[in-house]
Nanobody, 129 residues
Framework: QVLLAQSAQDSVQAGGSLRVSCAAS????????MGWFRQTPGKEREGVAS???????NYADSVKGRFTVSQDNDKNTLYLQMNSLKPEDTAMYYC???????????????????????WGQGTQVTVSS
């Protein structure tokens, strides 16, 4: 499994922006899905966004238009740019990765936690009102 190292915790006031990163120890695979998830105490892990090795992004409805997932293949790093943040975005954010035998160009990776086996350690994001 690839090791995923996330950026440190961060905080911002509502309406502000943050970027969290996730550095992989090596290239995940020729074909893969990578995702961002978030979790608050007592709740299940929620899918936020995903991106395929082909660059196709997929977003949860709650973050569409505000969050952008991207990747730097040279650095094996995944990013989540979060704009117009709301207090309800406060959560522990996790990145995840899963290799695939093949990913079509227009394939939108599912944002379901059970589909991923490699996980980062988590980044606490706090949005104050």
């Amino acid at each position: 499994q690839v090791l995923l190292a996330q950026s440190a915790q961060d905080s911002v006031q509502a309406g502000g922006s943050l970027r969290v990163s996730c550095a992989a120890s090596r290239k995940t695979a020729n074909y893969y899905c990578m995702g961002w998830f978030r979790q608050t105490p007592g709740k299940e892990r929620e899918g936020v966004a995903s991106i395929s090795s082909r660059g196709t992004a997929n977003y949860a409805d709650s973050v569409k238009g505000r969050f952008t997932v991207s990747q730097d293949n040279d650095k094996n790093t995944l990013y989540l740019q979060m704009n117009s943040l709301k207090p309800e975005d406060t959560a522990m954010y996790y990145c995840a990765a899963e290799p695939f035998a093949y990913v079509p160009a227009d394939y939108a990776c599912q944002i379901k936690a059970l589909n991923y086996n490699s996980w980062g350690q988590g980044t606490q994001v706090t949005v104050s009102s």
